[in-house]
């Protein structure tokens, strides 16, 4: 199982009624589709997402599977969820790996490519 056989999808939106602008606050959804486009199964064991927001704070995230989750994907198959970060800032990024098991047992990692949270018209 390689990396490039499994496709990641971020779509974001800001959640205008979860935050709370006068104590910073700025909350974010992502919702990711996890695709396995290769032969073989392969199971999401574990993430690590780097968030930075608008003034260069960084944050690490570890954690088994995601939701609660260590989904196992068949070939062909996607796996979608929801999940959500707050900000101090009106801007910031995500990025990240998925580690993952292989229907042969071999682990791998899956890179999460960077993606922007910010509310609706700050960045063009």
């Known amino acids: 199982m390689k990396q490039q056989q499994i496709e990641v999808e971020v779509v974001t939106e800001y959640l205008a009624q979860q935050s709370k602008p006068e104590k910073k606050e700025y ?15 392969a199971q999401l064991i574990s993430r690590h997402w780097v968030i930075v927001d608008g003034n260069g704070l960084r944050r690490e995230v570890k954690g ?14 996607s796996y979608k969820y929801s999940s959500g970060a ?27 490519p960077l993606f922007s949270l910010a509310l609706p018209n700050v960045l063009n």
Do not use: C, K, W
């Open 27 to 41: 909350a974010f959804a992502y919702h990711i589709t996890v695709a396995n486009r290769g032969n073989d199964d």
């Open 64 to 77: 088994m599977g995601v939701v609660g989750e260590q989904p196992l994907i068949s070939p062909g198959e």
């Open 86 to 112: 707050v900000l101090e800032t009106v801007v910031g990024t995500m990025q990240g790996s998925y580690q993952m098991l292989g229907g042969d047992g071999t682990g791998f990692d899956v890179e999460i």
